[in-house]
């Protein structure tokens, strides 16, 4: 809703609340303005409205109907927590005023006994505010009807209004009274809570000081009450909101993370980090309405198991939950949360019921943080997730720090490629059985990461597709230079492509560019693309062959429908990784076999990863037509300088 749309409805609804010395124009005019601030300031919002006197009883409950929609919670939630407490200010400077104006009065009486009396019951009956006053034994000796109403009751007089207060509460209030009586405090205020005459609960500010008589001597006190029930259920209903998730009533992140700090700080615990597999089945299958569904009944069965354990549990993220309880037997847990997951839960005739995999931290050092803990317990559930579903795994530092090394690896490679510290070396690419150069493949190197390590990381953070152009684009122009010193003799360019790049879009349009840019032919550039891509059914291999680039595969491993696919692609070699097996046994024959199929098709056979003489022996025995990685990779200079010689 636009905001002069929701000036003009918040003025409508507020407006007939509270009287406001403003023109309906007015009113809106600066309704508009505050909802300017409101995002940012809403501490400000409440204190102007209250400064305007928009404070009646129904003020703060329109406003949040008609603001609630529009903004976050958190923002609803400090407005009406700040609009308490201006209404509170204002209240106590009411308090203050009708104070001062009763001990004037009682100062003034023999002299303007009439005048005084008058302005002394305008005070007292008209305001907002109970009032009564009380000799020191809490007898009443004057009420005003306000009071009369928040108690519940007819006439106040003669009655000891110590019966209202609620029996926690008597011991506290009556020791504050004392303490105004001995002046030890000039005036008390508190949030208490009243029982009315029907024995509902009532929440109030009380605020007592004494009143003394003409000669200064104490002889009564008077207490001011104000009703504040409504704005305490509100309150407590948007502090519950706010530490609490919607959908399934369970504690949300926020009050898991305060609870798990309590409990850390008591004793060994165990946290397990639940995530239920395949959630998104069920959403994208059935609609989110029924994915609400069963993570209501999934919430409801969790809270089962946690209480018969005394465990906190939580829901902190989508289909993720939280339980943490003192230390515990873990596989018996696991059990309880596995078999209580397996009934069905039936939604619109289909039976619903899923597994959830569990990252498990058992009885961390007391030394740890929360945010630790946490951590920790994802990386946990990340390492569960890798086995399959239904699968639970404990938190092991050791590995933890192996995974969060590569990550901080691949957090830093977008940076690494913004500073240029990414290199192109090249792998000469050698035929078999003569050993002679017949190519060579351009390589990353970053730092001591060599190509597969950067291409993976790459492809954990979404930048494989740039850096991959970047390679094309280097090893492409490195080539033309080769071409033009060496002719005839200078190696083809082999490109291996990554899986993202191997799917882009424009891959063929890439290709094109950067070859008429750097000025390689065609003809001298082999670019292999991913197998995983191509048996997708990605084209991108076609129409490369349909523009004269000379295309193969990569990562073949040998199986029936890559062979399959072998007859039907333009492709001229395929790239091969396998471990080399002794002479004689099956598995080398079967290679042999394989090598000998993908001959029948009229492609070659590259084997990538070659160490040693005798790898390359073992590739020349089963058939295969290239090899590379026997050489070390060098960089374009060190390349320059062995092809020249």
């Not at 018969?308 to 873990?330: D, K, Y």
């Not at 990414?422 to 990353?444: C, F, H, T």
């Not at 290709?511 to 995983?532: F, H, M, N, Y």
Request: proline share 4%; charged share 20%.
């Amino acid at each position: 809703m636009q905001r002069s749309q929701l000036a003009h409805v918040w003025a409508r609804a507020i407006s007939s609340t509270a009287y406001v010395p403003l023109s309906p124009a007015e009113i809106e005019a600066y309704l508009y303005e505050l909802l300017e601030l409101l995002p940012t300031a809403p501490e400000t919002v409440a204190e102007r409205m209250v400064a305007i006197r928009l404070t009646g009883p129904d003020s703060l409950r329109r406003t949040i109907e008609v603001l609630a929609p529009e903004y976050e919670q958190s923002v609803i939630a400090t407005l009406s927590s700040q609009y308490a407490f201006a209404m509170r200010l204002d209240a106590f400077d009411q308090q203050e005023q009708i104070k001062v104006a009763l001990m004037a009065s009682k100062r003034r009486v023999e002299r303007v006994l009439k005048v005084s009396e008058a302005r002394f019951r305008e005070v007292f009956t008209s305001s907002a505010l109970g009032i009564a006053i009380t000799d020191f034994a809490g007898v009443c000796v004057e009420a005003n009807d306000t009071l009369a109403e928040i108690v519940g009751h007819g006439s106040l007089i003669g009655r000891s209004l110590f019966d209202f207060f609620h029996p926690a509460d008597a011991e506290r209030l009556g020791a504050a009274y004392r303490r105004v009586r001995n002046g030890v405090v000039d005036r008390f205020r508190e949030q208490r809570k009243l029982i009315r005459a029907d024995g509902e609960p009532v929440w109030v500010y009380l605020a007592g000081s004494l009143l003394h008589d003409a000669d200064g001597v104490p002889t009564h006190h008077v207490t001011m009450i104000e009703d504040i029930s409504e704005l305490y259920l509100l309150q407590k209903n948007l502090d519950h909101q706010l530490l609490h998730d919607s959908l399934t009533g369970l504690p949300n992140r926020q009050h898991f993370v305060t609870q798990l700090e309590k409990l850390h700080g008591q004793g060994p615990i165990t946290l397990y980090h639940l995530d239920l597999d395949a959630f998104s089945v069920v959403n994208n299958g059935l609609g989110h309405a029924a994915g609400d569904t069963l993570l209501r009944s999934v919430a409801q069965r969790l809270h089962a198991v946690a209480s018969a354990q005394n465990a906190v549990l939580a829901r902190i993220g989508g289909g993720e939950f939280g339980i943490v309880c003192f230390a515990n037997e873990v596989p018996e847990m696991v059990s309880l949360i596995q078999e209580e997951l397996t009934e069905p839960t039936y939604v619109d005739g289909h039976g619903l019921a899923l597994s959830v995999s569990i990252g498990v931290v058992d009885r961390p050092p007391g030394s740890s943080s929360v945010s630790e803990l946490l951590r920790a317990a994802n990386s946990a559930l990340r390492q569960a997730q890798q086995r399959g579903m239904r699968q639970w795994a404990l938190y092991d530092p050791h590995e933890d720090a192996v995974r969060r090394g590569q990550a901080a690896l691949a957090a830093a490679l977008p940076g690494a490629v913004e500073s240029g510290e990414l290199s192109v070396d090249y792998s000469a690419v050698l035929d078999l059985p003569s050993r002679e150069v017949i190519g060579l493949a351009a390589r990353l190197r970053w730092g001591d990461l060599g190509h597969a390590q950067t291409l993976a990381l790459a492809e954990e953070t979404g930048i494989s597709l740039p850096i991959g152009q970047w390679l094309l684009h280097e090893s492409c122009a490195q080539a033309a230079q080769w071409l033009s010193a060496l002719g005839e003799r200078a190696p083809m360019l082999h490109v291996a492509l990554s899986p993202l790049q191997s799917r882009d879009e424009d891959l063929v349009a890439h290709v094109k560019r950067t070859l008429d840019e750097t000025g390689l032919p065609a003809s001298q550039l082999r670019v292999a693309l991913d197998i995983g891509s191509v048996l997708a059914g990605d084209d991108n291999v076609h129409v490369l062959a349909d523009n004269g680039i000379g295309t193969g595969v990569d990562g073949f491993h040998g199986g029936y429908h890559e062979l399959a696919l072998l007859s039907e692609l333009p492709v001229r070699a395929v790239v091969v990784r396998a471990a080399v097996a002794a002479e004689g046994t099956v598995l080398h024959a079967a290679m042999g076999d394989v090598v000998a199929a993908v001959h029948r098709l009229g492609v070659r056979v590259v084997a990538d990863g070659v160490g040693s003489d005798g790898d390359a022996d073992w590739w020349t025995s089963v058939g295969a037509d290239a090899v590379h990685g026997l050489m070390p990779a060098l960089s374009a200079a060190e390349m320059t300088e062995y092809l020249a010689n």
